[in-house]
């Protein structure tokens, strides 16, 4: 088996128990309360949030192109801070190594850049 982002995250059996831990955090965080509140399927949020993140770790490219047409855009810094937060979180949850932990944040980060980047080009 390749050693792989995907890989080394657990493959989709490890990579949902991160959303999972995620999303659960999401959910008790106040920042995001009326975000969930409204929430009619939170499973298939989760379903959505792990072939998001199963996209991202396999294909960067994908991801970016995915976030051009997902939740990320739509949110403010704060909450894409206290969202790597919370991934941050349910990586050491997950005993993930920090190696493996930076390569996940420069993914979200490059998501939220290329997004960022694209709103620039409109103006």
């Known amino acids: 088996?390749?050693?792989?982002?995907?890989?080394?995250?657990?493959?989709?059996?490890?990579?949902?128990?991160?959303?999972?831990?995620?999303?659960d955090a999401h959910r008790e965080?106040?920042?995001?309360?009326?975000?969930?509140?409204?929430?009619?399927?939170?499973?298939?949020?989760?379903?959505?949030?792990?072939?998001?993140?199963?996209?991202g770790v396999l294909c960067p490219k994908t991801c970016r192109d995915l976030a051009n047409k997902a939740v990320v855009r739509s949110i403010s810094e704060q909450e894409f801070i206290d969202v790597v937060d919370d991934i941050i979180c349910a990586l050491d949850d997950n005993k993930i190594d920090s190696s493996t932990k930076k390569d996940v944040l420069t993914i979200f980060i490059f998501v939220?850049?290329?997004?960022?980047?694209?709103?620039?080009?409109?103006?």
Request: charged share 25%; net charge positive; with cysteine.
């Open 1 to 23: 088996m390749p050693n792989t982002l995907y890989n080394q995250l657990g493959g989709t059996k490890g990579i949902t128990r991160i959303v999972e831990y995620a999303i």
């Open 29 to 55: 965080n106040p920042i995001f309360t009326t975000r969930f509140e409204n929430a009619l399927d939170i499973e298939r949020a989760k379903k959505k949030s792990i072939e998001f993140f199963c996209a």
């Open 112 to 123: 939220k850049r290329e997004y960022y980047n694209s709103l620039l080009k409109i103006f």
